[in-house]
Protein backbone atom coordinates (compact mmCIF):
# COMPACT_ATOMS: atom_id res chain seq x y z
CA UNK A 1 0.00 0.00 0.00
CA UNK A 2 1.14 3.85 -0.69
CA UNK A 3 -0.41 6.34 1.04
CA UNK A 4 0.06 10.28 -0.53
CA UNK A 5 -0.37 13.07 1.06
CA UNK A 6 -0.35 16.72 -0.31
CA UNK A 7 0.42 19.60 1.05
CA UNK A 8 1.29 23.47 0.00
CA UNK A 9 -2.08 24.46 -1.31
CA UNK A 10 -3.45 28.08 -0.47
CA UNK A 11 -5.08 31.54 -1.26
CA UNK A 12 -2.64 33.44 -4.00
CA UNK A 13 -2.95 36.54 -6.44
CA UNK A 14 -2.49 36.15 -10.01
CA UNK A 15 0.92 36.04 -10.85
CA UNK A 16 2.35 34.60 -7.82
CA UNK A 17 4.09 31.30 -7.92
CA UNK A 18 3.43 28.25 -5.74
CA UNK A 19 4.89 24.81 -4.57
CA UNK A 20 2.86 21.77 -4.13
CA UNK A 21 4.48 18.92 -2.30
CA UNK A 22 3.21 14.96 -2.44
CA UNK A 23 4.90 12.90 0.50
CA UNK A 24 5.07 9.21 -0.76
CA UNK A 25 4.60 6.92 2.19
CA UNK A 26 4.26 2.74 2.60
CA UNK A 27 5.45 0.79 -0.21
CA UNK A 28 8.00 3.11 -0.96
CA UNK A 29 10.51 0.54 -2.32
CA UNK A 30 8.70 0.05 -5.83
CA UNK A 31 9.12 2.49 -8.37
CA UNK A 32 6.37 4.57 -9.56
CA UNK A 33 4.96 7.06 -11.72
CA UNK A 34 3.69 10.27 -10.42
CA UNK A 35 0.86 12.35 -11.53
CA UNK A 36 -0.84 15.72 -10.74
CA UNK A 37 -4.44 16.54 -11.96
CA UNK A 38 -6.99 19.02 -10.44
CA UNK A 39 -10.72 19.71 -10.53
CA UNK A 40 -12.28 22.87 -9.58
CA UNK A 41 -16.01 23.08 -8.63
CA UNK A 42 -18.24 22.29 -11.62
CA UNK A 43 -15.16 20.90 -13.88
CA UNK A 44 -14.23 17.21 -14.38
CA UNK A 45 -10.84 16.13 -12.98
CA UNK A 46 -8.20 17.58 -15.43
CA UNK A 47 -4.54 16.00 -15.72
CA UNK A 48 -1.87 18.60 -15.05
CA UNK A 49 1.00 16.62 -15.17
CA UNK A 50 3.11 13.66 -14.23
CA UNK A 51 6.70 12.11 -14.24
CA UNK A 52 7.70 8.59 -14.76
CA UNK A 53 9.79 6.74 -11.98
CA UNK A 54 13.54 7.68 -13.29
CA UNK A 55 12.16 11.40 -14.16
CA UNK A 56 13.11 10.26 -17.59
CA UNK A 57 9.56 11.07 -19.13
CA UNK A 58 7.69 14.47 -17.87
CA UNK A 59 4.18 15.53 -19.45
CA UNK A 60 1.96 19.11 -18.89
CA UNK A 61 -1.49 19.83 -20.22
CA UNK A 62 -1.51 22.47 -22.70
CA UNK A 63 -3.02 24.68 -20.10
CA UNK A 64 0.04 24.66 -18.03
CA UNK A 65 3.06 23.60 -20.32
CA UNK A 66 5.69 26.66 -19.47
CA UNK A 67 4.19 27.81 -16.28
CA UNK A 68 4.33 24.51 -14.08
CA UNK A 69 7.13 22.13 -13.48
CA UNK A 70 7.48 18.91 -12.16
CA UNK A 71 10.17 17.37 -10.21
CA UNK A 72 10.83 14.93 -7.41
CA UNK A 73 13.40 14.04 -4.78
CA UNK A 74 13.75 10.34 -4.58
CA UNK A 75 15.43 10.44 -1.34
CA UNK A 76 12.58 12.13 0.68
CA UNK A 77 10.05 10.22 -1.73
CA UNK A 78 8.29 13.50 -1.94
CA UNK A 79 7.51 15.18 -6.07
CA UNK A 80 6.65 18.24 -6.27
CA UNK A 81 4.60 20.56 -8.77
CA UNK A 82 6.07 24.21 -8.93
CA UNK A 83 3.58 26.38 -10.53
CA UNK A 84 4.37 29.82 -11.46
CA UNK A 85 2.54 32.78 -13.34
CA UNK A 86 -0.46 31.09 -11.40
CA UNK A 87 -3.88 32.17 -13.04
CA UNK A 88 -7.66 32.16 -11.78
CA UNK A 89 -8.47 29.75 -13.50
CA UNK A 90 -5.95 27.58 -12.10
CA UNK A 91 -7.96 27.72 -9.32
CA UNK A 92 -8.95 23.92 -7.93
CA UNK A 93 -7.89 21.03 -5.67
CA UNK A 94 -5.05 19.32 -7.14
CA UNK A 95 -4.31 16.00 -6.54
CA UNK A 96 -1.34 13.68 -6.90
CA UNK A 97 -2.09 9.71 -8.02
CA UNK A 98 0.82 7.33 -8.25
CA UNK A 99 0.93 4.11 -10.55
CA UNK A 100 3.70 1.31 -9.86
CA UNK A 101 1.95 -1.14 -12.32
CA UNK A 102 3.55 0.69 -15.45
CA UNK A 103 6.25 2.87 -13.60
CA UNK A 104 8.41 3.48 -16.78
CA UNK A 105 5.09 5.82 -18.74
CA UNK A 106 4.55 9.27 -17.13
CA UNK A 107 0.19 8.46 -17.72
CA UNK A 108 -1.88 11.27 -18.46
CA UNK A 109 -5.07 9.60 -17.83
CA UNK A 110 -6.65 9.12 -14.42
CA UNK A 111 -7.31 5.64 -14.46
CA UNK A 112 -4.05 4.60 -14.94
CA UNK A 113 -3.37 5.46 -11.47
CA UNK A 114 -4.07 3.17 -8.78
CA UNK A 115 -3.88 5.43 -5.50
CA UNK A 116 -4.81 8.73 -4.78
CA UNK A 117 -4.32 11.47 -2.03
CA UNK A 118 -6.97 13.77 -0.67
CA UNK A 119 -5.95 17.30 -2.19
CA UNK A 120 -5.04 20.75 -1.51
CA UNK A 121 -6.89 23.63 -2.36
CA UNK A 122 -5.09 26.42 -4.72
CA UNK A 123 -7.48 29.77 -5.12
CA UNK A 124 -5.99 32.41 -7.09
CA UNK A 125 -7.05 35.45 -6.43
CA UNK A 126 -7.79 37.92 -9.77
Known amino acids: QVQLVESGGGLVQAGDSLTLSCAVS????????MGWFRQAPGKEREFVGSINSRGTAINYSDSVKGRFAISKDNAKNTVYLQMNSLKPEDTAVYYCAVDIDRPWVAHVVGNDYDCWGLGTQVTVSP
Open 26 to 33: GRTDRPYT
